[in-house]
């Protein structure tokens, strides 16, 4: 009677015990708490009982500790239960110990016992963590011929496992087979083919699941998003970005990071920014996520101050830090560079290959090559990104005999691959070092690279601007496949080497083989317009730059200025200029230079001040471009300004080029003396161009005292420069000094140089024709000869008396006559006459300086002909009119 009474207190005290034990179980905070439990379980005798050695297990899996799993097991053994087994299986499953959980499995069936529905979502999950496809399909069969095909986590479980193998036909057969389907199922499908880029597959299967009725849950949309940004979809993606709105899963973090990757994979980075800083949780992907993605956008200011705030909360990984230390690199930005550096350090980040590769690369960069040395010194190993960084970072320097050495020693240590060979042949176009151009070359097709286009394309680029044209053509007519950078690299050698023909001839070509231009290729082909003058193919690439979208590229527009400048149409410069949205320094720059060309100073200068008045703060160049244009209209007083105004307010010290500018400036307006005083006072040794400008202002003004002493400078400057040899000598010679101009010219001889021909071309009928001074085997020369000699005839009845002074020959006057009738822009200007319409404008190019006798001659020609000739020397353009110049006779 007793016991009967106490029975049902005895069974709830024992349920509230279990209730109470399994309670700590879930719920122990760590393994000291848990093995307390365990004690006392043990103590109690309960811990071979099914429910709690299970539940133990469960607990010791989930707080990491697989041993523990295994002795609690080991102490039920033999167990008969197949939840024991299932437990132990999930446990090691759970810990990645996939072998130890197959070995169970293999036991268990061992021992006889059946497995069940629970059973085989873990071994299944094994399967793939090992990767062991075999077993995997002998798991599946054993769950046919079980009967649990048709179970439904069985079956999500197979998906993710084919998934994960590639097999993703046999995913997708499992999935058709499945008589029921859950959330996880197609989630299972989705993700299978957005993990191995089947995008088309992935968003059909996801519109299928909304046909089906499935409301998509934050795993599925950030499965789905991928397959939006995959195929270039963006209006889907932001349609499911709607759709999380509509179902409130658009707060949760993990659908916020899919949006963020889609959004900067979009170049969106205005909607980034938006989900960015409306996020309510962000975790170390978020962060992650949205540094890599402003960093990939060159918005490298914006991700190093978003690593700085990420550290407050967040711990980085290696991928986000090396993001950083790239736009550390990229901005130069050496003190942030140091602290993510230093933060690495401090965190005992493991520093592996790709790490350190990006660390040199950043400290190269910034500059700082003794500290990226020793970081290459104390790498363990090394792969060819560590000694080619290493190797740009020195040739960035300009330390060409260290990037040597230091090619020499990776050749020791490991095989150079085509980037190195790249990089090398590259300090070869900066030194000039054809030698050595040609001996990588050899040892380029001894290892195979000189099948590379990129190893080729860098041979035309070095043979060119080496001097060898002719292996530059060579390399490139050999090739096989070229890419756009072969077609622009052998254009831009064309204009290097003044192949200019040839240059307009692979234009064509180009076209005629289908290839697109890019930018590069629009700024690789205007400088050939602007050196001919070629307006005609210059307006035919500026309707190129239309049609291909390009006219909003601030680059290619300030081309444009210049290229229209030089082609002598000012007026299409300016409305290049006026229909740019955007502009910058080099922009207001080509503006200022194309109205001091034309002899528009005060124009220049109007612009000069806009350009401050916007908030663009000038540069050396932009000084020396409005110093140039006073130069060139007699500014002197703006000039003198504007020079003491850069060092002044601008803190911009001058170089060579703006005391040179200085000189012209002064000497140009007849201040001879105060030119030369100004060079005696300049705070560096000046160079022949500064003796050269005053000296070419003493010949104009017949200032025998100081062209003497110029030209003693210049000739003790012992320059490679041929051009001011010859000034030196037409200057001796119009004092009459032929034992000088003897004596300069066998110097001349001696060093082996060589005087520029002058040269002019005409652009008539969509044909440059080019003419050179004494040339008489032209087409028509009969007839240009006969038509100067009638005009001759004509200007001499309106006063002109040839000025002899212009030639710097020790010859009679009769060949002095003969020499300058020669001159190249006299026989383009009677060429033009002839094939031309009367009363037509026609544009002269020069390559040298119009000499003062032709500049009288081109002015009396005008007003007999009734003709308008504009004139571009290599100072400037001179607009010849009824009888007078643009000039005002100031050039």
Same mark, same amino acid.
């Given at each position: 009677m ?6 049902p207190?005895?069974q709830?005290f024992q349920?509230?015990?279990?209730f109470s ?14 093995h307390?439990i ?6 109690s005798?309960?811990?071979?009982t ?8 469960s607990?010791?899996?989930?707080l990491k500790d697989p041993?523990s799993?295994s002795?609690?097991?080991?102490s ?7 939840y024991q ?5 999930r446990a090691m499953t ?6 130890e ?5 293999s036991?268990?069936?061992v021992m006889?016992?059946?497995p069940d @529905?629970? @059973?085989?979502?873990?071994?299944i999950?094994?399967?793939?963590g090992l ?14 011929d079980?009967g649990f095909g048709?179970?439904?986590?069985i079956?999500?479980a197979?998906?993710?496992m084919y998934?994960r193998f590639g097999?993703?036909e /046999?995913a ?5 087979e499945?008589p029921k389907?859950?959330?996880v199922?197609?989630?299972s499908?989705?993700?299978c ?6 995008w088309?597959?992935?968003l ?5 699941s ?7 849950d934050s795993?599925m949309?950030s499965?789905?998003l ?8 963006i209006m889907e993606g932001?349609?499911v970005?709607?759709l999380?709105v509509k179902?409130g899963i658009?707060v949760?973090t993990?659908v916020?990071?899919g949006?963020l990757?889609m959004?900067?994979?979009?170049d969106?980075l205005k909607e ?6 409306e996020?309510? &949780?962000?975790d170390?992907i ?11 956008a060159?918005?490298y ?8 705030e990420?550290?407050?909360?967040h ?6 830090v090396i993001s950083?230390l790239?736009?550390?690199g990229?901005?130069r930005d050496?003190?942030?560079?140091r602290?993510?550096h230093k933060?690495?350090?401090?965190? %005992? ?5 790709k790490?350190?590769n990006?660390l040199?690369d950043m400290y190269s960069?910034?500059c ?7 970081i290459?010194?104390?790498m363990e190993?090394?792969?060819?990104t ?7 970072g ?9 990037a040597l050495?230091?090619f020499r020693?990776m ?6 691959d085509l980037?190195t060979y790249?990089a090398?042949?590259?300090?070869c176009?900066?030194?000039?070092n054809?030698?050595?151009a040609?001996e990588l ?10 099948h590379s286009?990129? &190893?080729r394309?860098a041979?035309?680029?070095?043979y060119?601007?080496?001097?060898n044209?002719?292996?530059a053509?060579n390399?490139?007519?050999s090739?096989i ?5 072969s ?7 064309c204009s290097h080497s003044?192949?200019?023909s040839?240059?307009f001839?692979?234009?064509?070509q180009m076209?005629?083989e289908g290839?697109?231009p890019n930018? @590069?290729?629009?700024?690789?082909v205007?400088?050939l ?9 210059g307006k ?5 730059v239309?049609?291909?979208?390009f006219e909003s590229?601030?680059?290619i527009?300030?081309?444009l200025i $210049?290229m229209?400048?030089?082609?002598g149409n000012?007026?299409?410069?300016l409305s ?13 720059t ?8 034309y002899?528009? %100073?005060?124009?220049?200068i109007?612009?000069?001040?806009d ?8 540069d050396q160049?932009?000084f ?6 006073c130069?060139?209209s #007699? ?11 850069m060092?002044?307010d601008?803190n ?7 005391y040179?500018?200085v ?8 201040k001879?003396a105060e ?5 005696l006072s300049?705070p560096t040794?000046?160079?022949v161009?500064?003796?050269g400008?005053?000296l ?5 003004? #017949?200032h025998t ?6 030209s003693?400078?210049?000739i003790?400057l012992?320059?490679?420069?041929t051009g001011?040899y010859i000034l ?7 004092l009459g000094k032929w034992?000088?101009v003897r004596?300069?010219?066998k110097?001349?001889k ?7 021909? %002058? /040269?002019?071309?005409?652009d008539i009928?969509?044909r440059?024709y080019a ?5 008489k085997f032209?087409?028509?020369?009969e $007839?240009v000869k006969k038509?100067?000699?009638a ?6 009845k309106?006063g002109?008396v040839?000025?002899?002074?212009s ?10 006559r003969?020499?300058?009738c ?17 009363g @037509?404008p026609l ?6 300086r119009?000499?003062e006798?032709c500049?009288?001659?081109?002015k009396?020609?005008?007003k007999i002909?009734?003709r308008e000739f504009?004139v571009?020397d ?6 010849f009119?009824?009888?007078?110049c643009s000039?005002g006779?100031y050039?």
């Amino acid at each position: 009677m007793r016991s009967s009474k106490f029975h049902p207190f005895a069974q709830q005290f024992q349920e509230s015990l279990y209730f109470s034990i399994s309670k700590a179980l879930s719920y122990s905070p760590n393994i000291k708490q848990l093995h307390k439990i365990h004690s006392f379980l043990i103590t109690s005798g309960l811990h071979r009982t099914v429910f709690f050695s299970g539940k133990l297990i469960s607990r010791y899996a989930q707080l990491k500790d697989p041993h523990s799993c295994s002795l609690v097991f080991i102490s039920v053994s033999p167990a008969n239960s197949v939840y024991q087994w299932n437990t132990i299986i999930r446990a090691m499953t759970h810990n990645g110990l996939f072998v130890e959980a197959l070995d169970h499995y293999s036991k268990m069936k061992v021992m006889n016992i059946k497995p069940d @529905t629970f @059973t085989f979502p873990s071994v299944i999950n094994a399967c793939a963590g090992l990767g062991q496809f075999e077993t995997a399909k002998i798991v599946h069969e054993h769950v046919l011929d079980l009967g649990f095909g048709s179970d439904l986590y069985i079956g999500n479980a197979l998906i993710d496992m084919y998934a994960r193998f590639g097999e993703l036909e /046999k995913a997708r057969q499992v999935f058709d087979e499945m008589p029921k389907r859950d959330v996880v199922s197609w989630n299972s499908l989705v993700s299978c083919y957005s993990a191995h880029e089947k995008w088309e597959d992935g968003l059909e299967t996801f519109y299928r699941s909304r046909a089906a009725g499935v409301t998509p849950d934050s795993f599925m949309v950030s499965s789905v998003l991928p397959t939006c940004c995959g195929l270039g979809v963006i209006m889907e993606g932001e349609m499911v970005h709607g759709l999380t709105v509509k179902l409130g899963i658009d707060v949760e973090t993990r659908v916020c990071n899919g949006l963020l990757s889609m959004y900067f994979k979009s170049d969106n980075l205005k909607e980034c920014e938006r989900v960015f800083s409306e996020m309510d &949780v962000r975790d170390d992907i978020s962060w992650n996520t949205v540094i890599s993605g402003y960093s990939q956008a060159c918005r490298y200011q914006e991700s190093i101050k978003l690593f700085m705030e990420m550290l407050d909360e967040h711990i980085p990984d290696l991928l986000t830090v090396i993001s950083v230390l790239r736009a550390c690199g990229h901005i130069r930005d050496l003190k942030s560079g140091r602290f993510v550096h230093k933060y690495m350090i401090v965190n %005992g980040y493991e520093c592996d290959i790709k790490a350190s590769n990006i660390l040199i690369d950043m400290y190269s960069k910034c500059c700082y090559l003794r500290t990226a040395r020793e970081i290459f010194n104390k790498m363990e190993s090394r792969d060819s990104t560590s000694w080619n960084t290493l190797i740009n970072g020195i040739i960035k320097a300009s330390q060409y005999e260290e990037a040597l050495e230091t090619f020499r020693a990776m050749k020791m240590e490991i095989k150079p691959d085509l980037l190195t060979y790249v990089a090398i042949l590259s300090m070869c176009t900066q030194l000039k070092n054809l030698k050595l151009a040609k001996e990588l070359h050899c040892e380029a097709i001894k290892t195979g690279f000189n099948h590379s286009v990129m &190893v080729r394309n860098a041979l035309i680029d070095v043979y060119a601007k080496c001097g060898n044209m002719e292996d530059a053509i060579n390399q490139f007519e050999s090739m096989i496949d070229r890419d756009i950078v072969s077609w622009n690299t052998i254009i831009s050698a064309c204009s290097h080497s003044e192949e200019y023909s040839l240059g307009f001839r692979m234009i064509s070509q180009m076209r005629i083989e289908g290839i697109l231009p890019n930018t @590069t290729t629009i700024l690789c082909v205007l400088p050939l317009c602007s050196i001919l003058g070629a307006k005609r193919q210059g307006k035919e690439i500026h309707g190129c730059v239309l049609k291909s979208g390009f006219e909003s590229n601030v680059p290619i527009s300030n081309a444009l200025i $210049e290229m229209y400048s030089k082609c002598g149409n000012l007026g299409n410069s300016l409305s290049v200029f006026e229909h740019m949205k955007i502009r910058d320094v080099v922009t207001w720059t080509a503006l200022i230079y194309a109205y001091g060309i034309y002899g528009h %100073g005060m124009m220049a200068i109007t612009s000069f001040e806009d350009m401050k008045a916007t908030g663009i703060i000038p540069d050396q160049i932009a000084f020396l471009a409005v110093i140039f244009a006073c130069s060139h209209s #007699g500014l002197v007083e703006k000039g003198r300004f504007y020079f003491t105004q850069m060092k002044k307010d601008y803190n911009i010290d001058p170089n060579i080029e703006h005391y040179a500018c200085v000189v012209d400036l002064l000497s140009r307006s007849g201040k001879l003396a105060e030119a030369e005083k100004f060079i005696l006072s300049m705070p560096t040794k000046p160079d022949v161009s500064i003796w050269g400008s005053l000296l070419s202002a003493c010949r104009a003004s #017949g200032h025998t005292e100081i062209a003497e002493r110029a030209s003693k400078h210049i000739i003790k400057l012992n320059s490679e420069n041929t051009g001011y040899y010859i000034l030196v000598s037409n200057v001796y010679a119009s004092l009459g000094k032929w034992d000088q101009v003897r004596m300069v010219r066998k110097s001349i001889k001696a060093k082996g140089l060589k005087k520029d021909a %002058g /040269k002019s071309w005409v652009d008539i009928d969509k044909r440059i024709y080019a003419f050179s001074s004494g040339d008489k085997f032209f087409e028509q020369y009969e $007839e240009v000869k006969k038509l100067l000699e009638a005009l001759y005839d004509l200007i001499a009845k309106e006063g002109y008396v040839a000025n002899l002074r212009s030639v710097f020959h020790d010859v009679n006057e009769d060949e002095k006559r003969d020499i300058l009738c020669g001159h190249s822009e006299r026989l383009a200007i009677a060429f033009g006459l002839l094939n031309t319409k009367p009363g @037509t404008p026609l544009q002269i190019m020069k390559n040298l300086r119009v000499c003062e006798d032709c500049h009288t001659v081109t002015k009396y020609i005008s007003k007999i002909v009734q003709r308008e000739f504009l004139v571009r020397d290599a100072n400037r353009f001179h607009l010849f009119k009824n009888g007078s110049c643009s000039c005002g006779d100031y050039w």
